[in-house]
């Protein structure tokens, strides 16, 4: 078989410019989540394949890279199916080896466990521009914390560290899915037809009221209901208060409490945020996985069509793996995106200082020692110094240095009065 | 299938204290090879499956993770074997995808190009203390530089990279396959044996030098020719300058630019190292990998019986993937031992001011705004501050949170005066 010089299919090598900006966005991200008392945790990159096709992954199980069982387990003539060949699986998200991993250890974490992730994922998704089938994933979640702190810690930590990355004017659209669903009961939709509902609804941006309203309907859904439903979002709109007007309509729907903590969470960021950003409530927020069980959140980036991160509470998860639930709950930063928003910018790390000297093709020996060891002089004092022979085509490869971001230059000639 | 809270076997969970180790350590190997001008590059952890068993890898073929094909390409019932099945594989090493990364990009990146790469690499071995099957590796690699100003360079870096995180009194040991292969021709062994003679030769420091002669003899070899060899060893133990009593002794079977490129590597290393170690001649080292063509190099270290990295030059191996060879010389460090060895001495990170504050329950509204305002501006002069809810039983609390680092516990009352 030939080598191949390509990565695989939907893959992609990172070029040292593209590793700079990435490195310079992960500092930057451990940094500011540390002040707020994240720790870092990691889990590996292979899961069980049965944690992975436990429905909490949603349309993301699909998508799953399945590894093959090793030595006697593997019976390729006996194998039926593809389930008879497979043990485990690359991860799809970060989201259920962590619960994973707090079901396995939280009796030596903390309480509430406050836990950052930075790590690759992988999903066989149909390769497109921009899109690949590895990428990596930032999320932050707070575990074991049943109150709105977690929320407001959550959405107050990743805007800071958005607007430490330069980001402004950017919006976090909030909602809950206790609204969503109160909203849908005092319509009068079924509650068998609510994911049905939301998965319309959350089209909303894309195909306007009217297109929703269609749907709904041809989906067979009650006219009253339907009229009753968008009658709501008009009237979110047009209020001044929106989660007041909510309330106060549907009523008995929405329980007291999750008005209150709501409002709470809004009034804490907007008071206390240290970058420049909107919250804004968007009923029409319905974030798609299945396992949110409260509030939920959206980063929109006015410079990125799309949603550039996100999250919300999954406070029945941990169950799932323990018998016992936690409230828990996370926001993801869209990290491939804020570092491909950054490159188009034409951003550049701050860096110290770097200087590349040049020696002359034989030069060694003793004088080698001496540029050798000035270089390490100034290393030690934190400078970058590039130690390269001269190439024959000087000129060009200064040029090419240069480009690398190195701004002083030093040349070094066996005699040196050349 | 009910959900596993293990990971995979053979993988572990990484716990807060041991990450936070971690992170440190891969700032300042970043920082450290970044002031010498390597540059990081990251690769996909997928390779194609015909490059990952491309005889590159020596026994760690046999160790891949093999990933299954998908889709239509997927045919299990004509699959006779287990290669009918998969179409890629988690990498075994970086060293592999690096030399495809260099085909495939040469043309964007700068001559010599000195890589960093650190990233996880999968090899299914047996599971046994300490080892693990998902691993960090960390190498930075010259390609482009034919001169020993590479081996020096990254000696340099590797040795100052160590002596940044507190380790002293270790070993480089050096030695160069064209030295190991000349003693061996000299001796009079035959070329095609050269690998028999060098993987008894590779044990010596487990079974002495009469362990070696015996298993020399007993796989059939001349006895003239192993006692001639063996002196060898016993000259260069001997000798004050080992490497000028070998190339004396052995004449022309070693080439005189060896000698001399090879002396001024240990002479440039000693002058300018700025760390405590010793660069040590070790005729006797062997390192596994078929593809070194040059120099190798190893560090022992006195608390960790085995290598603790290693690396070489490979000047044969770009060429296998694009038919011209370039040459090339790396160094890996190895980082799980050294995270494990700093865990070991109970090394703290250096850390800012760790601050908690503990709100009792119910607190909420004006009073959590005030409290949350005052942590973003602790936060924002740099110091990491903890929003959390006071726990019932707040002493045990703050106990543990002593253990994690927090100094200073700040306490809110609903009623102030409680």
Redesign the interface.
């Known amino acids: ?8 299919t939907g ?6 410019e593209e ?2 900006i ?2 310079y966005v992960i ?1 930057v991200i ?1 940094e500011t989540y ?4 994240f ?10 394949i ?2 992975l ?2 429905k909490q992954g949603g349309e993301n199980e699909k998508l799953i ?4 069982k ?1 030595g006697e387990k ?1 019976d ?1 003539e006996n ?4 389930e008879d ?4 699986g ?1 991860r799809y998200d970060l989201t259920v080896p962590l619960v ?2 707090y ?3 939280a009796n ?5 466990f ?1 836990a950052l992730q930075m790590g ?1 994922v ?1 999903r ?1 998704d149909r390769p497109q521009r921009g899109r690949y089938r ?1 990428f990596m994933q930032c999320d932050i979640d707070i575990l074991g ?1 049943p ?1 709105n ?1 977690a929320e ?2 959550l959405i ?1 930590a990743t805007t ?1 560290t958005l607007g430490k990355l330069g980001f402004k004017n950017f919006q976090i659209r909030i909602n809950d899915r206790r609204i969503l669903k109160a909203m849908a009961a005092y319509s009068g939709f079924d509650e068998n037809s609510f994911d049905t509902v939301f998965i319309i609804l959350d089209k909303m941006d894309k195909i306007g009221i009217d297109g929703v309203k269609a749907e709904l309907l041809e989906s067979g859904f009650n006219a009253d209901s339907v009229d009753s439903y968008l009658e709501l979002f008009v009237g979110v709109e047009n209020a001044e208060d929106g989660v007041g007007y909510l309330a106060d309509t549907v009523g008995e729907f929405l329980e007291n409490d999750v008005r209150q903590s709501f409002n ?1 969470i809004i ?2 960021v907007r ?4 970058s420049d950003f909107e919250l804004v409530f968007d009923p029409t927020l319905v974030r798609g996985m299945s396992y949110y069980t409260g509030t939920i959140f959206e980063i929109a980036m006015p410079e990125f069509g799309g949603s550039c991160g996100g999250g919300g509470r999954y406070d029945k998860m941990v169950g ?3 018998g016992n639930d936690v409230p828990a709950c996370g926001f993801s930063i869209g990290f491939e995106r804020i570092v491909l928003l950054l490159m188009e910018k034409g951003f550049k790390v701050p860096s ?1 200082k ?1 200087t ?1 000297y040049l ?1 002359e ?1 034989g030069v ?2 003793d004088m ?2 001496d540029i ?2 000035r ?2 002089e100034e ?2 004092k ?8 001269m ?1 024959k085509n000087k000129k060009f ?1 200064k040029e ?2 240069l480009a ?1 971001g190195y701004e002083e230059f030093e040349e070094f000639y066996k005699n040196p009065l050349k």
Chains 1, 2 share one sequence.
């Not at 078989?1 to 695989?8: G, N, Q, T, Y």
């Open positions: 078989m030939a080598l191949s010089k390509k990565p695989v893959m992609k090598d990172i070029m040292p590793m700079e990435r490195d500092g451990k540390k002040s707020f008392g720790t870092s945790i990691e889990t590996p990159c292979v899961e069980n049965s944690n096709n436990s890279f399945n590894i093959l090793r593997l390729i194998a039926a199916s593809k060949l497979i043990d485990s690359l994973r991993f079901s396995n250890n030596n974490l903390p309480v509430p406050k690759n992988w066989a590895q914390e109150s702190l407001i810690e107050l800071t709470e009034d804490s008071a206390t945020k240290s799932k793996f323990t110290s770097k590349a020696i093709k060694g020996g080698l020692c050798i060891a270089a390490q290393r030690a934190g400078n970058n110094i590039l130690v390269v022979r190439n490869q090419q240095l690398q």
